[in-house]
């Protein structure tokens, strides 16, 4: 499966956001609407690639629990010297899903390193939905079966929160799938998430058994705020392809640590994951896996010239993804030089 980056025009891009940032003199404002406009999932997932092989300041997020539960606020930021600094403000509340609210809720914040002075603030929901779903997608493009007559034609969604939806849309923006699955223990809420695939004319079927759906799915994409395993890994066919997404504390887990032992592991960051991936934690605490078992990070599966990740057909790929500052960067960035080439031509 071939890497098919389409040109990055950073040259271009840099040269636009200059402009921007000397001629910027009022603080812009991008709202859900103008962040989804700017960030289409084929274009994004590029620019994902393109821009980890570039040099970007993270350090480790800031984790808060400000009601003492499960409510949790991250600060993340990320930067590039005399360019821009990033901050996003992103709150998990898991509680919102019985409220049939959103879990996640946040706001991105852009800052001028050459004077200091905020230049943008975008909606950070928006931004983290699109970004985990093209990470996902990106990670699927390379480390999956090619989505050929014979490989990855069924796809599987886990979960019915505001994730899913985009799980799907950036998933098939890069891989062609005969079928869609969103699975949920609810069968109302899966069907509602397949009603609004429908309403942007994409086609799928909601299901509540899910061993049935691992048994034929190709390529997985799990994102919930479970707190137990519920992906068992018997059921987890040869040549499968599982993204997980949703556990972002040790506590908290998607899958039975056992199917670590059975996968190609990958990270979207090691260092992150290693902190707060629950699955790959408690696959270490049971002494299934190590850290050394961790094959690549992100930025090592996008590097050019490996000609695949993957070692056989019949291998069970599993990319876990705790999500990490620089990847907010990238898209945020997009969004202001997105913008900044339409008033700057």
Partial sequence: MGQHHQPAHHAQYSFHLNNALHASRSMQFF?????????????????????????????????????????????????????????????????????????????????????????????????????????????????????????????AILGTGALSAPMAQAHASVMLFDRVLVWGRHIDKAQAVVDQLAASG???????DLQNALSQADVVAAATTATAPFIRSEWVRPGTHLGLMGAFTPAMSEAEPTLMARAQVFADSRAAVLEKGGEVLQAIQKGVMAARDIRAELAELVRPGIHSWRADAESITVFKSVGFASLDWIAAERVFSTATRSTHP
């Fill in 31 to 155: 709202d859900q609407a103008a962040v989804a406009k700017a960030l289409p999932y084929p274009a994004l997932i590029d620019a994902l690639a393109q821009g980890l092989q570039e040099p970007i300041e993270a350090p480790a997020r800031s984790h808060f629990e400000p009601n003492g539960d499960a409510s949790t606020v991250l600060i993340m930021p990320a930067w590039k010297p005399q360019q821009l600094m990033g901050v996003k403000l992103v709150s998990i509340w898991p509680g919102n899903n019985a409220l049939g609210e959103s879990a996640v809720s946040g706001v991105y914040v852009l800052i001028s390193c050459t004077n200091g002075k905020p230049v943008a603030v975008m909606d950070g929901t928006e931004l983290t939905l699109r970004r985990t779903a093209a990470c996902a997608a990106l990670a699927a493009r390379l480390l999956a079966r090619p989505s050929d007559a014979t490989s990855s034609r069924t796809l």
């Fill in 202 to 208: 994409m086609k799928a079927e909601a299901t509540s």
